[in-house]
C-alpha cells in the first residue's frame, strides 16, 4: 500500500525558509524510474507543480520558483524534503507531495493529503 | 511551459447529470493528458492518464477523450461522491502544468 504524508510548520513569518518533508512508504525511491513530487494549491487557485527528485538524484524546478527551491531526498528515512526561501503571503498554499513512476509516464499515481500552510506575521 | 485552459470552471449538476469538462493545451501533448479529482481534506485522485485509460479503480462512468490540443473528460452519470473539484495535467514535458480547475457543484 502507498502512502505519502506531508509535514511541516503550518505558519511561517514573511522572509522565513519553509521546510517540509514528505515520509513515504510502499516504494522505494532507489527504484529506477520513481520520483517524488511537490505540488502546491494557493487557496481558491489551482494547483502548480514544485519540484520532482528522482531514484538517481536528478532534480527538476519549477521555472519561476526555482532560485528559491531547493528538494532532496534521504532514501534511508523514505523522506523527501523541500525548501523554499524568502516566504511571503503569495505563498501560502496547501502543499502536496506525490509519487511519479518515469515507466508510466509523467503523472502522480498517488499523492499525500497536503499540508496547508500560512504566510503571515 | 505549455499552457492547460480549462472548461468551464464550475457546472452545477444533478445526480444522473451526464457532465463533460474540456482542457486545451497551448501546445499539442499527444495523448499525455492526465485529469484527477479533489475533494477538501483528501488526497488527490487520479482518474484518467494517457487521455483516454481509466486508473485502477476508478468507476467506469468516468472517461477520458481527445488528442493533441483538445480534451475531454466525461462523467456519464454523475453520483453523489463524484462532486469535486477537477483538474487536467499535460504529461509532455516539463515543467508539468495544470488547467484552472472545474468545480462540480450540486444544482
Known amino acids: 500500500q502507498v502512502t505519502l504524508r506531508e509535514s511541516g510548520p503550518a505558519l511561517v513569518r514573511p522572509t522565513q525558509t519553509l521546510t517540509l518533508t514528505c515520509t513515504f512508504s510502499g516504494f522505494s525511491l532507489s527504484t529506477s524510474g520513481m520520483c517524488v513530487n511537490w505540488i502546491r494549491q494557493p487557496p481558491g487557485k489551482a494547483l502548480e507543480w514544485l519540484a520532482r527528485?528522482?531514484?538517481?538524484?536528478?532534480?527538476y524546478y519549477s521555472t519561476s520558483l526555482k532560485t528559491r527551491l531547493t528538494i532532496s531526498k534521504d532514501t534511508s528515512k523514505n523522506q523527501v524534503v523541500l525548501t523554499m526561501t524568502n516566504m511571503d503571503p503569495v505563498d501560502t498554499a496547501t502543499y502536496y507531495c506525490?509519487?511519479?513512476?518515469?515507466?508510466?509516464?509523467?503523472?502522480?499515481?498517488?499523492w499525500g493529503q497536503g499540508t496547508l500552510v500560512t504566510v503571515s506575521s | 511551459d505549455i499552457q492547460m485552459t480549462q472548461s468551464p470552471s464550475s457546472v452545477s449538476a444533478s445526480v444522473g447529470d451526464r457532465v463533460t469538462i474540456t482542457c486545451r493545451a497551448s501546445q499539442g501533448s499527444s495523448n499525455w493528458l492526465v485529469w484527477y479529482q479533489l475533494k477538501p481534506a483528501k488526497a488527490p485522485r487520479l482518474l484518467i492518464y494517457g487521455a483516454t485509460s481509466l486508473q485502477t479503480g476508478v468507476p467506469s462512468r468516468f472517461s477520458g477523450s481527445g488528442s493533441g490540443t483538445d480534451f475531454t473528460l466525461t462523467i456519464s452519470s454523475l453520483q453523489p461522491e463524484d462532486f469535486a473539484t477537477y483538474y487536467c495535467q499535460q504529461a509532455n514535458s516539463f515543467p508539468l502544468t495544470f488547467g484552472g480547475g472545474t468545480k462540480v457543484e450540486v444544482k
Open positions: 527528485i528522482d531514484w538517481d538524484d536528478d532534480k
Open positions: 506525490a509519487r511519479m513512476f518515469t515507466a508510466y509516464g509523467y503523472y502522480f499515481d498517488y
